[in-house]
């Protein structure tokens, strides 16, 4: 209830009206919260993922190239290595200065599995420098 009056004499009397303009600007408040939390309620995540369109890059002598094909089997600058010895020529190379840059290549068809055992072995040995290689002129 407001008190009050516009009167000039001192007898003004309670209002008995119900002042809208608080309840207005409380809801236009959670009106604007509800428009800004409304799409982060949603369950799924649209990813647009991105294409394999870049230029050469020019690479330096102090890297590894590492080659995996479809059927799992890896190659060490272009000599096969099986598992073991990877990760003894990882150690070894993690130990120079400065640290050789890991440039894996791997088949478009090759399983995630097998990229990601390459990965953990080349973080277990120290080297931290990795990149992935692709076809620049692939989506032209």
Do not use: C
């Not at 409304?38 to 649209?46: C, D, F, G, I, K």
């Not at 990601?116 to 420098?129: C, F, I, P």
């Amino acid at each position: 209830m407001a008190f009050g009056g516009f009167s000039k004499s001192g007898d003004s009397q309670p209002m008995a009206e119900i002042n809208m303009i608080p309840l207005i600007d409380v809801m236009l408040v959670l009106l604007v919260i509800f428009i800004v939390t409304a799409p982060l309620l949603t369950h799924s995540v649209r990813i647009d993922l991105p294409k394999a369109a870049s230029k050469p890059n020019i690479t330096r002598t102090e890297n590894i190239q590492l080659g995996i094909k479809a059927d799992g089997s890896i190659y060490w600058n272009g000599e096969s290595v099986n598992t073991a010895q990877l990760a003894e020529r990882m150690t070894a190379a993690s130990t120079f200065d400065p640290q050789p840059e890991v440039h894996i290549r791997a088949d478009r068809t090759t399983e995630y599995q097998k990229v990601a055992e390459v990965m953990s072995t080349a973080a277990k040995a120290g080297l931290v420098k990795i990149g992935f290689i692709t076809d620049p002129t692939a989506n032209k």
